[in-house]
């Protein structure tokens, strides 16, 4: 299967780690985003998130002032 039946969505404003533990809970790789009247506006994969994380791993922290 490519999606499950019926879609799981998260909401766009949902965060990166929410959205990893609804697709390790629900053994899924991609959910729709959906926007405040739940219309799809995208799609989330698991490969996003990890991008997302080494991205960040590979940020230099700036310093505050």
């Not at 959906?34 to 997302?52: F, I, K, Q, T």
């Amino acid at each position: 299967h490519l999606m499950s039946k019926p879609a799981i969505t998260v909401h766009a404003g949902t965060s990166p780690e929410r959205a990893a533990e609804l697709m390790l809970t629900r053994h899924i790789h991609r959910v729709v985003v959906v926007d405040d009247e739940d219309a799809p506006v995208g799609v989330l994969s698991a490969l996003d998130l990890l991008r997302l994380l080494l991205q960040d791993r590979n940020t230099p922290a700036t310093s505050p002032g």
